[in-house]
């Protein structure tokens, strides 16, 4: 487990935005449960969570069509509660950083590690601005 003042800024880079940080099993089936869309953030201390997924998870941000609900966990750090989340992303590999969209609990979109790392902040942004136009 990362120590909780390490990873507080980058916790933070999403929570400020808008973000919500779900602890537990029980909060990730609430949050994935919702009708509607929900972006899943599997958050990370990586350099391609800095450098790629959380400003691509901002930017897309940035787009008419949006995901009803943000959230967020902590690879690392949450481990209950990321397990619950990657329980709900099946049959993809565990992988942080990574982000899935679900849409009324059902998963639609998933981008795996590998789509993230090595890749621009702005194509990352793309892929899920494709993904909510489809889907929000």
Known sequence: MYPADLVKPMREDLTNIGFE??????????????????????????GCAA??????????????????????????VDREAVDKARGFMI????SSPSMALFKDGELVHMLERHHIEGRPAEMIAENLRDAYNDHC
Request: glycine share 6%.
């Open 21 to 46: 940080e779900l602890h537990t099993p029980d909060a990730v089936d609430e949050a994935i449960a919702k009708n509607g869309t929900t972006l899943v953030v599997v958050n990370s201390v990586c």
């Open 91 to 94: 049959p993809f590999p565990p």
């Open 51 to 76: 450098a790629n997924a959380r400003p691509g998870a901002k930017m897309s941000l940035d787009n008419d069509k949006k995901p009803d609900y943000l959230v967020t966990v902590f690879a690392g």
